[in-house]
């Protein structure tokens, strides 16, 4: 849980910066409204976050000698990608009215298997196995199924497109929030 909202805390912080920022007025007034809302760190926290739903089919085989058994599952489950914005570093400019920000690369936050939906649709014996009476192993294969399919999700979500695509998600939310305030933004990925 405190993973999940390091990026919204990092984010605050960046939205914070930047309406703190002297230059903005030559009133020494101070504002009794907040700088920002809770409710507006959620909205563009949620954008800096990348879902990423995915289906695919798997199949897990146990093969001996005389025969076997296969399995085949539906696989339901989704990945959450974000950027660490706690770990960016931010320097504003106020002459020139611009904000640079250096973020560190994308990672997975999390990877899940959705239980509920993901779906045995096919168990079979083959071969001298489809005489045995009783369990032939097939928990034992329906649990390695279920393992290789999380696997499976974890590196569809790690593939170099869907780490881009967190990228690009990133500086969209960051640039609107810098423009919307008048300000440039010059944004730079930190190396991996």
């Known amino acids: 849980m405190i993973r999940m909202l ?7 912080l ?14 020494s007034v101070v504002s009794k409204t907040p700088l920002i809302t809770l409710e507006e760190i959620r909205k563009v926290a ?12 798997a199949e897990a085989r146990l093969d001996g000698f005389t025969g076997g058994l296969t399995v085949l ?7 959450l990608i974000a ?16 904000v640079s920000v250096v973020l560190p690369p994308p990672r ?19 071969g001298a196995w489809m005489l045995l009476p009783g369990p032939a192993g097939e928990g034992a ?21 869907k780490m881009a695509a967190a990228r690009s ?15 440039s933004l010059r944004l730079s990925w930190r190396a991996q």
């Open 73 to 79: 599952l539906v696989v339901h489950g989704e990945g």
């Open 14 to 27: 960046i939205v914070a910066l930047i309406l703190a920022m002297p230059g903005r007025s030559s009133s």
């Open 141 to 161: 294969l329906i649990e390695r199924a279920f393992r290789d399919a999380q696997n499976q999700l974890r590196e569809a979500v790690s593939a170099p497109e």
């Open 108 to 126: 997975v936050l999390t990877c899940r298997l959705d239980h509920r939906q993901t779906a045995i649709v096919h168990l079979s014996r083959h």
């Open 83 to 98: 950027t660490d914005l706690l770990g960016a570093e931010i320097k504003i400019d106020e002459r020139a009215r611009t």
């Open 169 to 183: 998600q990133a500086e969209q939310v960051l640039r609107r929030v810098v423009e919307q305030r008048g300000l």
């Open 6 to 12: 390091l990026p919204a805390l990092g984010l605050a």
């Open 46 to 57: 949620d954008l800096v976050m990348l879902r990423v739903p995915l289906q695919r089919i």
